[in-house]
């Protein structure tokens, strides 16, 4: 089975600020990767998908890259409405699984 | 519009069942892979099981397996998870949500809540 780990788990940043979240496989998964985006109360929602093709309506902020066992989310400029938490996904083969998330709060 | 409705969640004691529905809308039901995804409270998203555009092809995470049954039914854009043996680990928001293969999960429901306790 494949594994994601994700990091940091916790970030802290301010308006402005450029992020970048990491997403490690424990096996080159391609580039079957799915970011999305989590706020509280409310359905994960698809930020980029094939570790680097963004959702349309997705904000050009956020990109993606990586390709194998190392991705990354990166998201430029954070807006207020960034603070959420991150959610890496492979879809490579069953089981498909999801990293343990990265929470993002305003410092 | 285009959405994904769940329901069927509720309070089970350990050992009970639980028939999970998700009713489709707005969309080709049919030419879609389909997922059931749950989130415990305050921890992350585990995958739980898919099934094919067709129903033939069916996959279970481990926690799952031999106690969960994913079915759909195509003719009335409807997705569901028979949940058997229910544990108090298994007490979670189950959200359903659409594939697109290789891909992602583009298309999510609310969630409905499973709790399972004495």
């Known amino acids: 089975d494949i594994q994601l780990t994700q990091s940091p788990s916790f970030l802290s940043a301010s308006v402005g600020d450029s992020v970048t979240i990491t997403c490690r496989a424990s096996q080159a998964i391609n580039n079957y990767l799915a970011w999305y985006q989590q706020k509280p109360g409310k359905a994960p929602k698809l930020l980029i998908y094939r570790a680097s093709s963004l959702q349309s309506g997705v904000p050009s902020r956020f990109s993606g890259s990586g390709s194998g066992t190392e991705f990354t989310l990166t998201i430029s400029s954070l807006q207020p409405e960034d603070f959420a938490v991150y959610f890496c996904q492979h879809l490579h083969t069953y089981p498909l699984s999801f990293g343990g998330g990265t929470k993002m709060e305003i410092k | 519009e285009v959405q994904l409705v769940e329901s069927g969640g509720g309070l089970v004691t350990p050992g009970g069942s639980l028939r999970l529905s998700c009713a489709a809308s707005?969309?080709?039901?049919?030419?879609?892979?389909m997922n059931w995804v749950r989130q415990a409270p305050g921890k992350g998203l585990e995958w739980v099981s898919s099934i094919g555009a067709t129903g033939t092809d069916t996959f279970y995470a481990d926690s799952v397996k031999g106690r969960f049954a994913i079915s759909r039914d195509n003719a009335r854009n409807s997705l569901y998870l028979q949940m058997n043996s229910l544990r108090a680990e298994d007490t979670a928001l189950y959200y359903c949500s659409r594939d697109q293969p290789f891909s992602n999960f583009d298309l999510w429901g609310q969630g409905t809540l499973v709790t399972v306790s004495s």
């Open positions: 707005g969309f080709i039901f049919s030419g879609h892979t």
